[in-house]
């Protein structure tokens, strides 16, 4: 559903990304990994359509979507969370999640001043969505807190369900599991595994916590100073000579 060909990001003298390719298949978990500065966020930069990429191509379910701006690349289907939270702090939990589907439905302003019965149902379905993934992620009875209020834990899950809501066919997870103890790390793990096998959704992580990362993942690219290292299954991958060395600094 997601091919990434050849990408390449320059930063004025700095190459970034050089040469990753990544091949995304419907309702796989595919994470990247790599040391501190390899490219990872730099590369969900460009898929998201917060960078235009120097080089490459990045094709969404047969379509090129390299350069394009972040807003038609998630109403495609393509959604993500950042590696440090982005929630409205100081809007309740289930607000959040309102404004998330109307910044993705492109809301006209005058059927919702004029309050139209085709506005009252989206409205309806809105909302119900948001109760839906609230009790899915065990958070039903904080609705009307402040999401500034929430735990680490739960702004993390929320900030998933806020992708969720929008019924996105591919959800990009930039570190999640960062900041979160290990029985937070648990619940994670298996909210990731449930997107993928009962939603259908595809997941692209990238992860530093490899338990969570060989744990979950169906395949994975190691990306090291730019450069695509190895690609493979989890025990390809913690196999493979290069991918040692990398992580062991001798590379
Ligand atoms: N907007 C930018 N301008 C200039 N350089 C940048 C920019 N964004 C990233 N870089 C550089 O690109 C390289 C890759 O950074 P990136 O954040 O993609 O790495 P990463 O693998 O996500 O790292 P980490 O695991 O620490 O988050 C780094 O050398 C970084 O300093």
């Not at 809105?126 to 999401?147: C, H, K, P, T």
Request: proline residues 4%; aromatic residues 6%; glycine residues 8%.
């Amino acid at each position: 559903m997601l091919k990434i060909q050849n990408l390449a990001m320059r930063f004025g003298g700095l190459l970034a990304v050089d040469g990753v390719s990544l091949d995304v298949q419907e309702q796989e978990i595919h994470s990247i990994i790599g040391p501190n500065g390899a490219g990872k966020t730099t590369v969900f930069n460009c898929m998201s359509g917060f960078y235009k990429p120097s080089g490459g191509k990045i094709i969404f379910q047969g379509k090129e979507i390299q350069g394009k701006p972040d807003y038609k690349i998630s109403r495609m289907g393509m959604v993500r969370t950042f590696q440090h939270v982005r929630l409205f702090t100081q809007m309740s939990v289930v607000e959040n999640l309102l404004v998330a589907q109307h910044r993705h439905l492109n809301t006209n302003l005058l059927a919702g001043l004029v309050k139209t019965p085709d506005y009252r149902e989206r409205e309806r379905k809105s909302l119900d969505r948001a109760a839906y993934w609230l009790e899915r992620i065990g958070m039903l009875d904080q609705a009307n807190v402040d999401a500034g209020n929430l735990s680490y834990g739960q702004q993390r899950r929320l900030e998933i369900a806020r992708c969720m809501v929008t019924q996105p066919q591919l959800l990009m997870l930039d570190e999640p599991a960062a900041g979160l103890n290990p029985a937070e790390t648990q619940e994670l793990n298996q909210l990731i595994v449930s997107l993928k096998e009962d939603y259908g959704v595809s997941v692209v992580l990238i992860e530093h916590d490899m338990n969570l990362v060989m744990d979950i993942s169906d395949r994975i690219t190691v990306i090291n100073q730019g450069r695509p290292l190895a690609s493979g299954t989890p025990q390809e991958v913690r196999a493979n000579e290069d991918v040692i060395k990398a992580y062991l600094g001798e590379a």
